[in-house]
């Protein structure tokens, strides 16, 4: 089966609409959490998703507008940020929030936002990071999220690691390592100083991945930021990448 795999859209409904346009050969698509926070337009990317279909797993901004996630180390940013999306949200999207799961598992892959340590919480950025995953893991490939920058870390056949960032066009054949972990990068956040759009194909047949980054109408959604009154850095870090 040929995944489309995407995470972390955080409201941001131009830069899910410039992925989505690009997936339309994929048979399925998968999102690693947080549709909502930070952006203007949590209802509007809560509607595509599940109108697509798309299976998607909460993050921690998604579970802390439902008040399932401890807010107290959020920044001010992203408190107010969330603050604004309850506003937004109507009581169907609400339970629709509230009825993520916090990991799912298909044929040959597992996907969860954090880690499979610790779901909500947990940044794996580094091979150290991925250790009680790679123990956790009960498939060959785990698609994460939450880092907001394109990662790959493996251990590989031989019991040795491997990890590295990884590129718009990068490949990797996922039989050639024991266990892999793989964060696509951030659909409607980018932090890895290239403010586009990433996300990933996976070919559940060849076992090949590829990551790709797409541009989007960043000023757009800076505008309905502004309009939305949402912090002035939330907007600014769009264009920054970072």
Known sequence: MLYGIITDIHGNLEALAAVLAQLQGVERIVCAGDIVGYGPEPVECINKIKDLGIVS????????????????????????????????????????????????????????HGSLHSPLEDYVVSVSDALPTFEKMTKPLCFVGHYHRPLFLARKKDGFYAGHALLDGDELL?????????????????????????????????????????????????????????????????????
Request: proline share 4%; net charge neutral; charged share 30%.
């Open 57 to 112: 797993i909460a993050g921690n901004h998604d579970k802390a507008v439902v008040g399932e996630h401890d807010t107290r180390w959020f920044n001010k940013r992203a408190l107010a940020a969330v603050e604004f999306t309850k506003q937004q949200l109507k009581f169907e999207n609400l339970e629709y929030l509230r009825g993520l799961p916090l990991e799912i598992h298909e044929d040959d892959f597992q996907v969860v």
């Open 174 to 242: 996922i039989d050639d390592y024991d266990r892999v972990i793989i964060n696509v990068g951030a659909v409607g956040q980018p932090r890895d100083r290239d403010p586009r759009a990433s996300y990933g194909i996976y070919n559940s047949k060849t076992k090949l991945f590829s990551l790709h980054r797409i541009p989007y109408e960043i000023e757009k959604v800076q505008d309905k930021m502004t309009k939305a009154g949402l912090p002035q850095q939330l907007s600014d870090r769009l264009k920054l990448g970072r």
